[in-house]
């Protein structure tokens, strides 16, 4: 008999997996319990609060690009990432579809202006990447556009790195039946059926389309100075922690010492019954 699965926010089962949903087991075969999950996550993410203070102090910039098939997990490892962090040190853009006035730019440049300033990690939820990706495949750029990106991309973060920003770049790869699976998730789950884009169902039509472009962009922009790290990710537990310690790894941080804090106690000057004054306010039901 199936066991009944318990989900966490992004649709990934807690139950152990039958039939076709073996494949969303790690590489050690075994499935991992959310008990273990969540003490490593919470240990990875102090840690990325450490890496913070590093970036602050030193002024280090830095972007990561996620990029992968939809359904592919990245918006719950970005939320795993920055969950325990400041927002103004890790920025998240998600950039949504450009403006007329953006179509009229220059490609690159609605991605520029959020390039990282000192002490700032800049994650890039999607990126430049949609140019070799779903705009190739959906048929919303020219063929001239596409190969000028693919030619061009290469020195475009040639010229970021030697500006002195690192630039780390995930491929999340998810598997045909794992994909199929989320996507029927969302279909019948009114708490997920907003995570279906309009780009969705034609992206898993288009699968093999998909794949072409993936390789044709993997040949041309994995390079030395900014090199792709794939990432298996039919497990989205496993990936989360597997992306946050990479990621980790790749950064030489230090901890920085912080100054010690004590809590100040409350001066008297100015004291009133502040809890009197409140009481004829306009309160919300305390329905819980």
Same mark, same amino acid.
């Given at each position: ?9 992004? /649709? +990934? ?6 039939? /076709? ?87 690159? +440049?609605?991605? &520029? +202006? ?8 800049? &994650? ?8 070799? /990706? ?9 063929k001239e556009q596409y190969k000028r990106a693919l030619q061009t991309c290469p020195q475009f973060e040639k ?18 039946? $794992? ?25 898993? $039509? ?68 502040? $809890?009197?004054?409140? +009481? ?9």
């Open positions: 008999m199936q066991k009944k699965a318990r989900q966490d926010d992004d /649709g +990934q089962d807690d139950a152990e997996p039958t039939g /076709g949903e073996a494949q969303a087991e790690g590489a050690g075969g075994e499935k991992l319990k959310r008990r273990d999950y969540e003490k490593e996550l919470r240990r990875l993410q102090a840690e990325l609060c450490y890496l913070q203070d590093w970036v602050k102090e030193s002024g280090r910039r830095i972007i990561v690009v996620f990029e992968g098939r939809d359904a592919a997990g990245k918006g719950g490892t970005i939320r795993a990432i920055t969950e325990r962090v400041s927002p103004r040190v890790f920025r998240l853009v998600a950039l949504p579809a450009p403006s007329d006035r953006e179509k009229s730019q220059m490609y690159i +440049q609605r991605y &520029i +202006q959020h390039f990282p300033a000192a002490g700032e990690i800049v &994650i890039f939820d999607r990126s430049w990447y949609n140019r070799l /990706g779903v705009e190739r495949v959906m048929g919303f750029c020219t010229y970021i790195v030697d500006a002195g920003i690192t630039l780390i770049k995930y491929w999340l790869e998810v598997g045909n039946k $794992e994909q199929k699976r989320r996507f029927e998730a969302r279909i019948d789950d009114p708490l997920r059926q907003w995570k279906l884009s309009p780009m969705d169902l034609p992206s898993r $039509e288009k699968w093999y389309e998909y794949s072409l472009a993936r390789d044709a962009m993997l040949d041309a922009t994995d390079s030395d100075h900014a090199p792709w790290h794939i990432v298996r990710s039919d497990d989205k537990k496993r990936a989360r922690l597997n992306i946050i310690s990479h990621f980790l790894d790749l950064i030489p941080y230090e901890r920085v010492d912080r100054p010690k804090i004590k809590l100040p106690g409350r001066t008297k000057k100015n004291a009133y019954d502040d $809890e009197v004054t409140m +009481q004829k306010r306009s309160w919300i039901p305390e329905k819980y």
